[in-house]
């Protein structure tokens, strides 16, 4: 993690302000109307330079679109994603494919399979150098790669080499490589340790903290692991069916969650010491609803034991609890979490 006071003293490089991205789903023939999926409705954050914002939740929570929408990946439906550069800054969500190509560079993403994110016929040396020669760099192009492969802890002797070739954590260091080649500001991490053995995982984690500090660059990192985000990030945002429903400081969220899904996320962790028992009544029976069908007001109220008839009905709005601590939830002054009573 980064010092709180140098965090709080960098400047904002991302601010995301209402975004929104819906998929339309085709209807059968002559059945029904469209179905519209609300993959991530109404975020909104801020991440500063050389900042580890982590984001967690369930499969189909919404994690991966709102990093492809902050990306450009996919054209949002709604919303502002501001990017301030020293120079100036841009509304990416309103810019043109091509207004957007001299931004790429400062925009970047490691994926989460090291096997299927690596072109195969392309030897090392192509993969890494492929950012520059798109963005019209073409001198001092194997001096740039060699560098950089240094840096990701592997020899330029494997330039010439080709993926199949290597394990899974030094396919992930050359895509790591890559994502840094054009030293952007901003890298969306998507799972990107999810697929390596425990070992190689530790290894990368303090890669990309080395990276960070030595680069200033921030990431969006995703991720279900949250020893994981407990370990590398200065802030957390925890979204449920498109949502925020929480976001804190790191050691803040973990300490002291204030939304019941948020409780529940982190009680399902395992304990590695066994003299400590999880405590069952915060991990919550059900599944995420279907995103296609959100249920009324509250989305997480089928499944939370403090829901009321409020809940049921009017969606709440993410509110300040505390200095940098804002949380989505009607009762969050008033209910007990895992035998803890949140209150400011």
Not at 71 to 79: D, I
Not at 96 to 124: A, H, T, V, Y
Not at 166 to 179: E, P, Y
């Amino acid at each position: 993690m980064a010092n709180k006071q140098e965090l709080a003293d960098a400047r904002v490089l991302l601010e995301v302000e209402g975004l929104q991205k819906f998929f339309h789903l085709r209807k059968r023939r002559f059945r029904g109307t469209p179905t519209v999926v609300k993959a991530v409705d109404g975020v909104s954050f801020t991440m500063r330079e050389g900042e580890f914002l982590g984001i967690v939740g369930e499969s189909g929570s919404g994690k991966t679109t709102l990093g492809l929408s902050v990306l450009r990946a996919h054209a949002p439906t709604a919303g502002k994603i501001m990017l301030h550069l020293p120079e100036q800054s841009y509304d990416l969500a309103q810019l043109s494919g091509e207004e957007l190509r001299p931004l790429r560079k400062e925009m970047q993403m490691i994926f989460q399979d090291p096997f299927s994110s690596l072109n195969p016929r392309m030897s090392i040396l192509d993969i890494v150098s492929e950012p520059l020669r798109l963005n019209g760099i073409n001198t001092g192009v194997e001096e740039a790669v060699r560098d950089m492969l240094v840096q990701v802890g592997l020899s330029p002797e494997i330039m010439l080499r080709y993926p199949h070739a290597f394990s899974g954590g030094q396919r992930q260091r050359i895509a790591i490589a890559r994502a840094l080649i054009l030293n952007p500001r901003i890298i969306v991490a998507d799972e990107c340790t999810s697929a390596l053995d425990v070992s190689v995982q530790a290894q990368i984690l303090k890669l990309l903290e080395g990276l960070r500090r030595s680069h200033n660059v921030s990431f969006l990192f995703i991720s279900h692991n949250l020893a994981v985000i407990e370990y590398l990030c200065d802030r957390v945002l925890v979204m449920y069916l498109g949502r925020l429903v929480e976001t804190a400081d790191t050691e803040v969220l973990f300490q002291t969650p204030k939304h019941p899904y948020t409780a529940a996320l982190l009680a399902a962790v395992p304990k590695p010491d066994p003299r400590v028992r999880s405590d069952d009544k915060a991990i919550y029976d059900g599944d995420i609803p279907d995103p296609a069908n959100p249920p009324p007001g509250c989305a997480f109220h089928p499944r939370c034991p403090h829901a009321k008839e409020i809940c049921m009905k009017v969606v709440p709005s993410l509110r300040e609890v505390s200095p940098g601590h804002e949380v989505s939830c009607h009762f969050a002054d008033d209910i007990i979490l895992e035998g803890v009573k949140i209150a400011n």
